[in-house]
C-alpha cells in the first residue's frame, strides 16, 4: 500500500538551485522570455540572481540589494532599466527573435 503525501508536506521548489552553469541560465530564460509575461521574468531574474548571489549582483547592476529583491520579486513588473542592468550583471543578453520564419 502506497503513503499518501500531502503537498503541504513536501518543501518549497527553489529554482535557483538547478541554475548551475551558462547553459542552464540561458536555457531558463529563453523558456521564460517565450511566456512574454514581466513577472515571471522578473521572478526568473530573481532566481538567476539568488544563485549567483544578490549582494554581488546588486553590487555589479548599482542598485541596492533591497531594492532588487523587490524588482525582482514574482508579482514585480520592472523598469526595462532594471532588467537590463540586471542581465548586464548577470553576464546574460536578451535577443530579438522574429515571431514568424
Not at 548551475?20 to 540561458?26: C, H, I, L, N, T
Not at 533591497?66 to 553576464?91: H, M
Request: charged residues 25%; glycine residues 4%.
Amino acid at each position: 500500500m502506497s503513503k499518501k503525501i500531502r503537498a503541504a508536506d513536501l518543501p518549497e521548489f527553489d529554482f535557483s538551485e538547478h541554475l548551475d552553469s551558462e547553459q542552464a541560465v540561458a536555457e531558463y530564460l529563453t523558456v521564460i522570455l517565450e511566456e512574454n509575461d514581466p513577472a515571471l521574468l522578473a521572478a526568473a531574474l530573481g532566481d538567476i540572481a539568488r544563485a549567483r548571489g544578490m549582494s554581488e549582483i546588486a553590487k555589479a547592476s548599482g542598485i541596492t540589494r533591497e531594492a532588487l529583491y523587490k524588482a525582482l520579486r514574482p508579482d514585480a513588473q520592472p523598469r526595462f532599466d532594471t532588467v537590463s542592468r540586471v542581465c548586464t550583471a548577470l553576464g546574460v543578453k536578451l535577443v530579438a527573435q522574429a515571431v514568424h520564419s
